[in-house]
RNA sequence: GCGGGUAUCGUAUAGUGGUUAAUAUGCAGCCUUCCCAAGGCUGAGCCGAGGGUUCGAUUCCCUCUACCCGCACCA
């Protein structure tokens, strides 16, 4: 068999067919930008598709939103962002280890280490000779900022400043009031939406594990307090749900409750799930948390507006609280193209397939004539796939080369179906199917190919 | 951000202080071929960027960038 299976071998097949590309690669790249190829945009696209078909189309508690990257730097403030994505850290100036400072002072029994300034802590470790955990001298303080800044309007002053979002939660909180004015939902209903978000992380890296621009499938369910664990597991359901819809082996998923010292600032429950990736081992792919009614609670404070959910039963109006199960989307893609990648041996030769599900191939079929110097099975393939392309868009065409080379070529981009026409065709009007993860061939009339290949 | 490593056609690799940088595969075209990378011919395509040393640098040195492995960080 196969040596090991590893995180280069789908990264270099990503680049060679047109999956994904490093981010402005002629200038050298730029560290956490990855480009989606035709095909890898055809996977993502797929992807996203089945989501919002099974998140929001397929329920109808569900409402679909998209909302804005840029927003009032106020938001960030309510969520509590700006606080809690803006890390002070400090070096081991001999280990070169860094720290976050806040957390260092705290175990070192300080109090009140959130309310201090950059360079009040920076101070107390300078006074106090403050040693970092193996006992060396400690560096300067510096402030860690996982938000991108930018400028609103023309003039690059603090006024202006504006942050480009770390994540599209919060898109649905400031809406939320908009569609309750609008459809008055039920409790407990959601709000979903597929977006970019920015982080500037302090490593990037593992391909595209860790981005600075990512896109998040995201969903804020409202709920009444007193339900909250019983949504919490019908989520954790549907999340297994989408998981088998992606095709993702079983034993290559596992659940993490993380510990209430690990969760976000806003969460009383979460429970991440992790994929086995090659060369990394398990890693996080989506989370589930319960969010409390932190959010909209504190932009209701902020804002100053009633964000408060009326019953219809003309009970006390209240904050609704909000269970999230989020995932990243690009990590949904490798998760995707890692289960898929498979090799095995085929006539003694070594052959690579992506052994996608067939929902989510970026190709559905490719057709071709057996042979190309021969203009009545030419003629004959262009009508097929002119017929199929019409019906499914995503079929491809292929000519080049001898049969073998085609049927491995489409392998390797993970296309279920390869149909040939050949003299028996002209005669018949049927054709060869061959399917990608057996290599067998069927033969089917063409007035039945697209149930077929469907 | 720290330490280590790597950077040569699309991909995987070889190689060199000196004429035109190589091999496989892939890719494109033609021929051939009645089903699994067969065969023949032809073609395009590479030394990450910037400095320095040198008569001459893809090769040696420095800086930068990117990627990989560790550490730290990851609300």
Redesign the pocket.
Same mark, same amino acid.
């Given at each position: 068999m196969s040596d090991k299976i590893s995180?280069?071998d789908i990264a270099?097949l990503a680049?060679?067919r047109g999956f994904i590309y490093?981010g402005s690669e002629i200038y050298?790249?730029?560290?956490?930008t990855w480009d989606y190829g035709p095909l890898g945009v055809a996977l993502k696209r797929n992807i996203t598709n089945a989501w919002w078909k099974f998140i929001v189309d397929g329920r109808d508690d569900m409402y679909g939103i998209d909302s804005t990257i840029l927003m009032n730097p106020k938001v960030w403030v309510a969520s509590?962002h700006v606080d809690?994505?803006n890390?002070p850290?400090i070096?081991d100036v001999k280990t #070169? #280890?860094? +720290?976050?400072l806040d957390h260092l002072l705290e175990e070192q029994g300080y109090e009140n280490v959130d309310a201090m300034s950059l360079e009040e802590m920076g101070q107390l470790v300078k006074e106090k000779g403050i040693k970092s955990p193996d006992g060396n001298e400690l560096g300067a303080p510096a402030q860690?900022n !996982?938000m991108f800044k930018t400028h609103v309007g023309p003039v690059e002053d603090d006024e202006s400043a504006a942050y480009l979002r770390?994540?599209t939660a919060q898109g649905m909180f400031t809406n939320f009031k908009n569609v309750v004015d609008s459809f008055y939902p039920n409790l407990p209903f959601g709000l979903a939406q597929i977006g970019r978000s920015f982080?500037n992380?302090?490593?990037?890296?593992?391909?595209i594990f860790?981005l600075r621009e990512l896109e998040i499938m995201e969903l804020e369910y409202f709920i009444n307090a007193g339900d909250w664990e019983k949504v919490f597991e019908s989520w954790l359901a549907v999340q297994h749900e989408w998981f088998e819809i992606l095709g993702l082996d079983q034993a290559r998923l596992k659940e993490h409750e993380v510990p209430e010292a690990?969760? =976000?600032?806003y969460s009383k429950r979460t429970v991440d799930t992790f994929y086995d990736f090659p060369?990394?081992g398990f890693q996080e792919i989506a989370g589930l948390a319960y969010r409390t009614d932190f959010d909209l609670k504190s932009h209701q404070e902020s804002s100053g507006k009633n964000l408060e959910y009326r019953p219809k039963d003309g009970g006390q109006p209240f904050i609704p609280h909000v269970i999230e199960p989020t995932f990243g989307l690009d990590r949904n893609v490798m998760a995707v193209l890692c289960n898929a990648y498979t090799e095995d041996e !085929?006539?003694g030769?070594k052959?690579?397939f992506l052994k996608l599900p067939k929902h989510l191939a970026p190709v559905k079929a490719c057709v071709s004539p057996?042979? #190309?110097?021969k203009p009545e099975l030419v003629d004959k393939a262009r009508e097929v796939y002119g017929l199929l392309k019409k019906e499914l868009g995503a079929v491809m065409w292929d000519d080049?080369?001898?049969?073998? #080379?085609r +049927?491995?070529?489409q392998?390797?981009i993970g296309t279920p179906a390869c149909i040939?026409i050949?003299?028996q065709t002209l005669e018949d009007n049927t054709v060869?199917v061959?399917d990608r993860d057996t =290599?067998?061939?069927t033969r089917v009339a063409i007035g039945d190919l697209l149930t077929t290949v469907e």
């Open positions: 995180l280069d270099s680049k060679r490093q050298g790249g730029l560290a956490g509590g809690t994505f890390d850290l070096e #070169k #280890k860094r +720290y976050r860690f !996982m770390p994540e982080r992380e302090i490593s990037p890296g593992n391909f860790r690990d969760r =976000a600032h060369s990394l !085929m006539n030769e052959r690579v057996l042979l #190309k110097n080049n080369g001898n049969i073998g #080379k +049927y491995r070529r392998d390797e040939v050949d003299f060869t061959r =290599a067998a061939q």
